[in-house]
């Protein structure tokens, strides 16, 4: 599959956050974003996932055939656990036919049985960290996008 990125701007609160960005991705490569906070690195990989919409320009996927939806992960500097429930739920919620079962064994490769039951507002930033990598490689993707963690 490849992703192309033509003409994309996008603006927040009157502000360019992406102008004129021509990207295209192909399957099968490593690409890496680099640029200084607010440059629009982490609006151009919501963009990719479609998690965003460009204000201007256009998102072409060139494979569409044999990938009808593009399952994208993300890990993302803030994170995206709701901090209420417990790993378990925040792994088993990435997709609808992610069992209990699955989360719970994937998550015992990381973190004791013990802390797999309590508010991941209460596990440590490292495990919670954890609990996001298990969530993003849960599901087989096509893409996966992580940023900067630690």
């Given at each position: 599959?490849?992703?192309i990125l033509?003409h994309?701007?996008?603006i927040?609160?009157?502000r360019?956050?992406i102008d004129?960005?021509?990207?295209?991705?192909?399957d099968?490569r490593?690409?890496?974003f680099?640029?200084?906070?607010?440059?629009?690195?982490t609006t151009?990989?919501k963009i990719?996932?479609?998690?965003?919409?460009?204000?201007?320009?256009?998102?072409?996927r060139?494979g569409?055939?044999k990938?009808p939806?593009?399952?994208?992960?993300?890990?993302s500097q803030a994170?995206?656990?709701?901090?209420k429930?417990?790993a378990?739920w925040?792994v088993k919620?990435?997709?609808?036919?992610?069992?209990?079962?699955?989360?719970?064994?994937?998550?015992?490769?990381?973190l004791p049985e013990?802390r797999?039951?309590?508010?991941?507002?209460?596990l440590t930033?490292?495990e919670?960290r954890?609990?996001?990598?298990?969530?993003?490689?849960?599901f087989?993707?096509?893409l996966l996008?992580w940023?900067?963690?630690?």
């Amino acid at each position: 599959m490849t992703i192309i990125l033509e003409h994309i701007t996008k603006i927040y609160n009157g502000r360019k956050v992406i102008d004129d960005l021509n990207v295209e991705i192909e399957d099968g490569r490593c690409y890496a974003f680099v640029g200084p906070e607010g440059a629009g690195k982490t609006t151009s990989l919501k963009i990719f996932m479609g998690l965003e919409q460009p204000d201007e320009g256009q998102v072409a996927r060139m494979g569409d055939y044999k990938y009808p939806t593009l399952h994208s992960a993300y890990v993302s500097q803030a994170g995206q656990l709701n901090p209420k429930k417990n790993a378990i739920w925040n792994v088993k919620k990435v997709h609808r036919w992610a069992s209990k079962g699955r989360a719970i064994e994937e998550l015992k490769r990381f973190l004791p049985e013990e802390r797999l039951d309590i508010p991941v507002s209460e596990l440590t930033d490292v495990e919670r960290r954890l609990v996001e990598i298990v969530r993003a490689f849960l599901f087989p993707q096509i893409l996966l996008f992580w940023m900067s963690l630690f």
